[in-house]
């Protein structure tokens, strides 16, 4: 078992899914739900025939997008609460 292997796959299907979520707000949860279980088993197929620039674009795509809603949003939000109001 690769446990490398496994942590990127999570970590991409995590943020393909929360970055899918910004087009598509009105989706049902068992959508993100399925797109979950393809993506866990789609993504390990290919990690072992994708170029490392395709893998590292994902990895990127991923990091960028739950970095975003987990640590700049909520700062966002302490420092300017009224602003979510507003948006």
């Known amino acids: 078992m690769n446990w490398e292997t496994i942590g990127y796959v999570a970590f991409v299907a995590a943020?393909?899914?929360q970055f899918a979520k910004g087009f598509f707000?009105?989706?049902d949860g068992k959508i993100w739900a399925?797109?979950?279980v393809i993506l866990c088993?789609?993504?390990?197929l290919l990690?072992?025939?994708a170029p490392t620039w395709a893998?590292?674009?994902f990895m990127a795509v991923s990091a960028s997008q739950l970095c975003y809603e987990n640590i700049l949003q909520p700062i966002k939000k302490k420092l300017n609460?009224?602003?979510?109001?507003t948006t």
């Open 15 to 17: 943020g393909i899914i």
């Open 25 to 27: 707000k009105n989706a």
């Open 34 to 36: 399925a797109l979950q």
């Open 41 to 44: 088993f789609g993504l390990p």
């Open 47 to 49: 990690w072992g025939i």
């Open 55 to 57: 893998k590292e674009g």
């Open 81 to 85: 609460p009224d602003a979510e109001a």
